[in-house]
């Protein structure tokens, strides 16, 4: 079977852990633990009965197999997977996570509650919390292990963030408490993904895309203060971009989120706009279905809510990818390595020969020299979002 950074890290016992703004068990962050046949089998209840017997869902292979059961860290939304939803939450239709459909179980298991009793099993200090304040109280500096799961689904946006919940720059500080409380000589390796930045594009929600980079930004720039950049290598990368468009000659300080032509010339365009999605039928004219509506027909107060969809020009329920390359940034050791054009695949090389982990290990010599002379070796910590780049932060200390 493949194996995964985190099965890399925890080889050379490296400190692992996953912070993300969507549910746990999904897409990026599962794919640090999980391997299932299909990414939509997060609960036992999506698996058809003839897999049942070959494969066990992503939410258990997190808290009962390798490499997800000896995480230090999980944080994000995801409670209705795990078993343990919170039933007086407050919905935030349309903020549920755009045209996905969160899964329940069936088996009736609350997998924190497991993986509580397990830390027990092994006298492990762990700790489970579910909201934000619980988060602000505890004591990091005495906790092994910490998962901390704040929705039923994903996690709000940020620009409508519900009470309770902590930001991403809140959750990866936690966790870099908590991966910084082990045993320095081996480090750790953090991934954090802006996972709803993807999610705003598909359903052509500019603001609130742009609202989840700037939180994505912060959470950045808190890692880059809180860790050593001589220790340390950060990535920041996407899996890929989106179908949204930069348009015309805006003026130099003119609004994102505004208009893209000259003054006085028609017609008048956004800046952002869409190839497709679900913003083309909100500038439909409903009375003459041949007609757009003119943006010049919207309130400003209708262009400034947080639901106002920029203009798509192909009608789709959901925004689709897009085909460019994506950028990868590096600061710390082995960030030399990040230079011209290449194929995704190579960034795990990257990760590898800098974390001295993994297949690269033995390319560098200074992996066995660091081991011998018992000083610090590099963490890695890897910020991922999906357009408007991800980030990807891998931390050994």
């Known amino acids: 079977r493949l194996t995964s950074i985190m099965d890399w890290a925890q080889k050379e016992n490296k400190r692992t852990g996953i912070v993300t703004t969507t549910r746990i068990t999904h897409a990026t962050p599962a794919a640090t633990y999980a391997r299932i046949y299909h990414r939509d089998w997060e609960c036992d209840s999506k698996i058809p009965e003839q897999s049942k017997a070959h494969y066990i869902d992503i939410a258990r292979q997190l808290v009962e197999t390798s490499p997800g059961n000896k995480f230090n860290v999980v944080l ?55 909201t934000q304040e619980e988060l602000k109280q505890l004591d990091l500096k005495k906790i092994n292990s910490l998962m901390g799961l704040f929705r039923n689904n994903h996690m709000t946006y940020a620009i409508a963030k519900e009470e309770g919940e902590p930001s991403l720059k809140e959750m990866t500080e936690a966790a870099i408490d908590v991966l910084e409380r082990g045993n320095k000589s081996k480090g750790y390796v953090l991934l954090v993904e802006g996972g709803r930045i993807d999610q705003g594009h598909h359903q052509n929600y500019a603001r609130a895309a742009l609202h989840e980079v700037y939180e994505f930004d912060m959470a950045i720039q808190a890692a880059l203060e809180k860790t050593n950049e001589n220790e340390t290598l950060i990535l920041v990368t996407a899996d890929h971009s989106h179908a949204v468009t930069l348009n015309g000659y805006p003026a130099r300080g003119n609004d994102i989120l505004g208009f893209a032509n000259k003054p006085g010339q028609d017609p008048i365009y956004e800046t952002l706009t869409y190839a497709n999605g679900p913003g083309f039928k909100d500038h439909l004219n409903l009375s003459a279905t041949t007609e757009n ?75 066995q020299h660091r081991s011998s002379a018992g000083s610090l070796s590099i963490s890695l910590l890897l910020f991922a979002a999906v357009s408007f780049v991800p980030y990807i932060h891998i931390f050994d200390n």
């Open 76 to 130: 994000g939304g995801g409670l209705q997977p795990l078993g343990a939803m919170n039933p007086m939450e407050k919905r935030t239709t349309p903020w549920e996570g755009g045209t996905e459909k969160v899964c329940s179980r069936n088996d009736t298991l609350n997998l924190p509650e497991m993986w509580l009793k397990m830390g027990k099993e092994i006298n492990d200090e762990r700790a489970f919390v579910s």
């Open 293 to 367: 509506i003119w943006i010049t027909n919207f309130t400003e107060k209708q262009r400034q809510s947080s639901t106002y969809r920029h203009l798509a020009t192909l009608p789709l329920p959901d925004e689709t990818h897009g085909g460019e390359d994506v950028a990868l940034f590096a600061h710390g050791p082995g960030s030399s390595l990040v230079r011209g054009v290449f194929e995704q695949n190579y960034i795990a090389f990257v990760m590898s020969y800098a974390g001295c982990m993994g297949p690269a290990k033995d390319f560098d010599n200074s992996c």
